[in-house]
């Protein structure tokens, strides 16, 4: 009221912040963040098929923190390529991490050539990855995956060409074969 003003302190509200990030960003493998204040962290956020996202929160089901140095969870099944983000307990949205998927790699397929009704054999890294088999003029077709390996019977209508294998986290792969 006497003309002097009064300088407020200013509130400073610490933020969560990732500085390292290790896993393989593969359904169901963990991952582990480590960084500053990721106790504040309630819940992360994934980009997801068709604009769907994904919620891990924090808890028995969802991801561990310890220390709010680290937070530990396994990578969402159907998470795809994109921008990680943390939630805090306050609502707020930042940004975490940007990660890519893994993919197939090292695919070969045999025999070569397959007849039609006959086994087709793909081997390869990360098929366990594979949700969707598609054949040249047959489309979707039935597979089998065990020890790395895709098995699948090439039906009738099939025709020569790519093979496309589809993941669960949205990444299509090719592969030649002929008949």
Known sequence: ANGT???CPVLSVPQPKVTKVDGIFK???????TGEN????????????GGEVITITKGDDGFTETDGTSITFSFPSDAQDGTAVMVTEAGAEIEAFVYETVAPTSITVSPVPVKANNVLTIIGENLDLVTEVSLPNVGV???TYNENKITLTVPEKAQAGKI????????SVEADYTL
Request: proline share 3%; net charge neutral.
């Open 38 to 49: 990721l106790n504040l962290v309630a819940s992360l956020r994934f980009p997801g098929a």
């Open 5 to 7: 003003w009064l300088e």
């Open 164 to 171: 496309v294998l589809t993941t669960c986290h949205g990444k």
């Open 141 to 143: 077709t039935d597979f």
């Open 27 to 33: 359904k169901g493998a963990e991952i582990v963040l």
